[in-house]
């Protein structure tokens, strides 16, 4: 298992398009993924659901989890769209 935090960088936090290109990058992954904010129960990251209703903000730390072969590999994927602001019109 392989983990890593990682503080979310969309201005406006994970919802919407950020949540749908985050469960976009994690079901493109060959590992099973989860995340979870501050001490709260970790949810499949697959779920777009689950991860819009963690409610992240701008600048919260979530903690991503991979669990397989190429699971530090996929947690550089996804915490790359994590830490990005997706909602920079620049």
Same mark, same amino acid.
């Given at each position: $298992? @392989?983990q890593?935090e990682v503080?979310?960088g969309?201005?406006v ?5 950020p @949540?749908? %290109? ?6 493109a992954?060959?590992?099973? $993924?989860t995340?979870?904010?501050? *001490?709260g129960a970790?949810?499949d !990251?697959?779920?777009? %659901?689950?991860?819009l209703?963690?409610?992240a903000?701008?600048?919260?730390t979530v903690?991503?989890? !991979?669990?397989?072969e190429g !699971?530090?590999?996929a947690?550089?994927a996804? @915490?790359?769209?994590? @830490?990005?602001?997706? *909602? *920079?019109? !620049?």
């Open positions: $298992m @392989a890593r503080i979310v969309s201005r936090g994970l919802h919407a398009r @949540a749908a %290109l985050f469960v976009k990058t994690v079901s992954q060959p590992v099973k $993924m995340i979870r904010k501050g *001490d970790p949810v !990251a697959r779920s777009i %659901l689950r991860v209703a963690l409610g903000k701008h600048g919260d903690v991503l989890e !991979a669990d397989g !699971a530090e590999e947690l550089d996804v @915490a790359t769209v994590v @830490a990005e602001d997706h *909602d *920079d019109p !620049a």
